[in-house]
C-alpha cells in the first residue's frame, strides 16, 4: 500500500476515493474531480495508509475525511461551499486568525509575556475541526497562561502554505515562534496529551 497501481481503492465511515485509470475522485459519493490519466501520473503517487489515512494525490485535490482528518483542498466545486454553514472556529479563550497582522501580533505578545502559543489550522467546511472545536476551547479555558489561535486557512491560504499544512485540524505548539510539537488530525486523546505535556512545560519555566 502507499504506492501508485493501476487500481486503488479506500473505504471507510462514509469516506470513498476510488482511482481507476480513468481517474475519478470521489469523497462521500459525489464525483468532484475528474483528470486525464496521463496528468494525473504525473502528480504525487497515492498515500494510502492501512491506518485507515485517506488517500492523498495532490494539493490540488479537494479535501478527504476520513479517520478523523480533513486533507485541505485547493480544489472544490463552488456549490459545496455553501452547503455547510460557517463553523464557529473561535471562542472564549481562542483567537481567530485571518490576517497575518493578528498573527505577528499574538506571537510578539507571546514572546514579550514569556507564553506558549497553541495554533490550530483550521476550516470552516472541515466536519472534523467543528468536532474537535469544543474541545480546543475547554484547552484554552483549563490553560489561560497560554495563547490559543484559529487560523482559517482558506482566508490566509498562502500563509498556511508556508508552514506546509497538508491538512485540517493541524496543531502547532510555539514557543518564541519556534516549534515545539505538531499534531495533525483531530485526535481529541493526543490533544489533550500534547497540550497538558507543553503547559507542564511552562509551569515549570515560571
Excluded at 11 to 19: E, I, K, N, P
Excluded at 92 to 101: E, F
Aim: aromatic share 10%.
Amino acid at each position: 500500500m502507499g504506492h501508485w497501481n493501476n487500481s486503488c481503492k479506500y473505504q471507510d465511515s462514509g469516506c470513498m476515493v476510488h482511482l481507476l485509470l480513468g481517474l475519478q475522485l470521489y469523497v462521500k459519493g459525489k464525483h468532484i474531480l475528474q483528470r486525464p490519466c496521463d496528468e494525473l501520473r504525473n502528480m504525487a503517487a497515492a498515500s494510502v495508509k492501512a491506518t485507515g489515512t485517506a488517500a492523498i494525490l495532490s494539493p490540488r485535490f479537494s479535501y478527504l475525511y476520513s479517520m478523523g482528518q480533513c486533507w485541505t483542498k485547493l480544489f472544490r466545486p463552488e456549490s459545496d461551499y455553501n452547503e455547510s454553514p460557517r463553523a464557529d472556529l473561535s471562542s472564549g479563550n481562542v483567537h481567530l486568525i485571518t490576517a497575518i497582522p493578528s498573527w505577528e501580533e499574538k506571537l510578539s505578545e507571546a514572546s514579550r509575556d514569556g507564553k506558549i502559543v497553541v495554533a490550530n489550522f483550521s476550516a470552516s467546511w472541515c466536519s472534523p475541526c467543528r468536532v474537535i472545536a469544543p474541545v480546543y476551547c475547554e484547552l484554552a479555558d483549563k490553560y489561560p497562561f497560554m495563547i490559543f489561535l484559529t487560523v482559517d486557512v482558506d482566508e490566509l491560504a498562502e500563509f498556511c502554505s508556508s508552514w506546509d499544512i497538508k491538512a485540517t485540524p493541524t496543531f502547532f505548539f510555539l514557543k518564541d515562534g519556534r516549534q515545539m510539537d505538531k499534531l495533525v488530525g483531530a485526535n481529541k486523546l493526543e490533544l489533550q496529551k500534547k497540550t497538558a505535556s507543553v503547559a507542564d512545560s511552562a509551569t515549570r519555566s515560571m
